[in-house]
């Protein structure tokens, strides 16, 4: 027989129990862990078995507060009717005073251009 079992002694009679057994197998008694068994819910934590803890984990997420969360449609609208305004404004620049020549009014209508796109992305929400 080499299966070995936990053993303990009963309390009435002092014998060596099996500790698989609910009853002395000499006297009879009620073996002091037989109550245990009939508790499962503390006895089927696998020995070995880490705790439920699963460390320091205190690093507080960051709330994602970015593009995604708001309203970023319009904000990029506004934002490209602004790079137009301000290309356009270059653009009118270059023609008047000579340093950017295009043509007539390309800055002029660049600039309404962006600015129509920077309020209507502006009045989108
Ligand atoms: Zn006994």
Redesign the pocket.
Known sequence: MAVTFDFGQ??????N?SKTLQQ??????A?PWAKNVKAPASNFAAPGAPPSNPGPQNAPTKPKIGLGDIAYGPMVVQLLGGFLFVAGVFLWCGNVFRFFPTFPFVGYITAIIGGAIWRFGAEMD
């Open positions: 009963c309390a009435a009679c002092g014998d129990n002395c197998r000499s006297c009879g008694a073996l």
